[in-house]
């Protein structure tokens, strides 16, 4: 059974980084073809794809964030990391985590149930 | 690659056939998926690379498109249908569309 579960701070005040760790189960990052993804949602809006990490290590951005995110993964390839420096309250949102394997392109198919962030002084 | 659902809401009665549209900015290429998303929930994975139906997605959802423009129809709607539909694109990095509330009449 996959399964994944997002955790991070909860609150952070502006300026700070970010870090949230994607915990999972039931399936391998190094397994051929797995990629683990980042993906937001700011309560009532939609959703924002943010940075990625597959099997090989290499590792995908949204160019818009790129400079602000790093994702990296465990050695035991069962969590994924996602950092993001100097948060303001735009950064305020749920966090979800996905798992995507043998989709073309980064296709989400399992999510974890997502973390909320607060982002205020 | 920037995605335009529409509309952004939309009522319909149980029964009733709905169509929801996606619109992007350039050519897709026919890497468009769709994503169901229920109040209080993660999303769901429909559709993928355009109209192939996600294992254990009734078959009452299909996809449809090319080029730029993309569609995701419900033949039937049922009442657990209600929810915000995003369609999703991957072909040139990965973007999601604004999303369609459906709600009903």
């Known amino acids: 059974q996959v399964t994944l579960k997002e955790s991070g701070p909860g609150m952070l005040q502006p300026s700070k980084t970010l870090s949230l760790t994607c915990s999972f189960s039931?399936?391998?990052?190094?397994?051929?073809?797995?990629?683990v993804s980042w993906i937001r949602q700011p309560s009532g809006k939609s959703l924002e794809w943010l940075a990625a990490?597959?099997?090989?290590?290499?590792?995908y951005y949204n160019p818009s964030l790129k400079s602000r995110l790093t994702v990296s993964k465990d050695t035991s390839n069962t969590q994924v990391f996602l950092k993001i420096t100097s948060v303001d309250t735009a950064d305020t949102a749920t966090y979800y985590c996905a798992r995507s394997w043998n989709y073309p392109g980064i296709t989400p198919d399992y999510w974890g149930q997502g973390v909320m962030v607060t982002v205020s002084s | 690659i920037q995605l335009t659902q529409s509309p952004s809401l939309l009522s319909a009665s149980v029964g009733d056939r709905v169509t929801l549209s996606c619109k992007g900015s350039?050519?897709?290429?026919?890497?468009l998926a769709w994503y169901q998303q229920k109040l209080g929930e993660a999303p769901k994975l429909l559709i993928y690379?355009?109209?192939s139906l996600q294992t254990g997605i009734p078959s009452r959802f299909s996809g449809s498109g090319s080029g730029t423009d993309y569609t995701l129809t419900i033949s039937s709607l049922q009442p657990e249908d209600v929810a915000t539909y995003f369609c999703?694109?991957?072909?040139?990095?990965?973007?999601f569309g604004g999303g369609t509330k459906l709600e009903l009449k």
């Open positions: 999703y694109q991957y072909n040139n990095g990965w973007t």
């Open positions: 690379n355009t109209n």
């Open positions: 990490i597959d099997w090989d290590g290499d590792k």
């Open positions: 350039q050519n897709i290429n026919n890497y």
């Open positions: 039931g399936f391998s990052l190094s397994t051929s073809g797995m990629v």
